[in-house]
């Protein structure tokens, strides 16, 4: 339990940080579709290095790999049960809320999706270009401290999606390159 007040500590801390200047900021960043400028980037990126029978293959992993990171974190919800900040009486006086989703939030759909693809698209294109692994896992951290902005989530709930999603992102390179491997395009 200790760990739990922590949390809802920390929480709390990172979340009156905000700004109401900056609320609209943080509501794009958090956005579904803020992001699709990046998303074409990293597509050309992989149509640029990879055959397309390759490329096909690395989509198709991508949507599955996506897919099951968003249900997974879904089944936690339900299993935990953990209330949103933005839900739980007990701190709503206490903090900003500028958005909120819905009832239950542990673990974080955002950072799993967001640390999937960082993970994912660093094994497959960190080593032809130099920074592109470290630009991913800010852009992932930054779109998951938006939650704790927004109100909609914990510390807690965000680094268990980021591991979650990390994790998932390099195992599906891993098959990616295991049936790359057994194909030899």
């Not at 974190?73 to 839900?87: D, E, I, M, Y």
Request: with cysteine; hydrophobic share 50%; charged share 15%.
């Amino acid at each position: 339990m200790e760990f739990i007040l922590q949390d809802k500590e920390l929480f709390l801390y990172l979340n009156n940080l905000g700004n109401p200047a900056f609320d609209a900021f943080w509501s794009f960043v958090s956005g579904k579709f803020s992001w699709i400028p990046l998303y074409a980037a990293l597509l050309y990126l992989l149509y640029k290095n990879f055959t397309p029978r390759q490329l096909l293959y690395i989509i198709l992993l991508l949507a599955l790999g996506i897919a099951f990171s968003d249900q997974l974190a879904g089944v936690f919800k339900r299993g935990f049960l953990r209330l949103r900040p933005c839900h739980d009486e007990t701190l709503i006086p206490y903090m900003r809320i500028v958005e909120c989703g819905g009832k239950y939030g542990f673990y974080s759909s955002h950072a799993s999706n967001t640390f999937f693809l960082a993970a994912y698209l660093s094994s497959l294109l960190g080593g032809r270009y130099r920074f592109l692994a470290l630009f991913l896992f800010i852009w992932a951290a930054v779109v998951s401290y938006s939650r704790i902005y927004l109100g909609v989530h914990f510390p807690l709930d965000i680094l268990t999606g980021a591991v979650a999603g990390a994790v998932l992102g390099r195992a599906f390179a891993l098959l990616f390159n295991r049936i790359s491997q057994r194909n030899k395009y």
